[in-house]
């Protein structure tokens, strides 16, 4: 059986996810596989791609040939390295236990720090400004003309204000 390294397409319509499979040659892109190597997700910014070394090498070693988008992200996450200098499926495995152990301490430790951080109570929530009305949906309004708008309303408030006080004191 001839195996193949090759993304398979999950995610909704306009927002593709993948992961990286070991699949059949012969098997439709989105169908059966062997074993789940990794994942990538080219909507973030940089593209997020996360790959279990260990598993990757395996299949390597086995003689599974990589896609050509599968191997640029190899080479971009270091796994196809690993696996030119000859790297040993245990050596990357005993190396994922001792990463996985250090985030392990690392999250233990900021829960320790969050539980001893003193609670203070929250101040109490100023209300919201009222909203401005709302201008009507076919006219287009940019920033800089919200803000002069602004800038109109509280002027014409201040003179209403002026003129009130003028008519109190005379």
Sequence with gaps: MAVRLRLMRMGKKKQPKYRIV???KRS?????????????DPTKNPSAIDVVDSKAV??????????DRVKKILELSGTW???????SVEDL????????????KIAEAAE?????????????????APKA???P?????????????DAEVTKDAEVAKASKKEEVSS
């Design 28 to 40: 439709p892109r989105d169908g059966r596989f062997i074993e789940i190597v990794g994942t990538y």
């Design 58 to 67: 395996h299949w390597l070693k086995e003689g599974a040939q990589p896609s």
């Design 93 to 104: 495995k005993s190396k994922e236990a001792t990463e996985a152990a250090e985030a392990a």
């Design 22 to 24: 070991a699949a059949d």
């Design 133 to 135: 009305k709302a201008a």
């Design 137 to 149: 949906k076919d006219a287009e309004v940019t920033k800089d003309a919200e803000v002069t708008k």
């Design 81 to 87: 390295d690993e696996f030119k200098k000859g790297t």
């Design 112 to 128: 320790i720090e969050v539980v001893e951080a003193p609670k203070t109570k929250a101040a109490p929530k100023a209300k919201a």
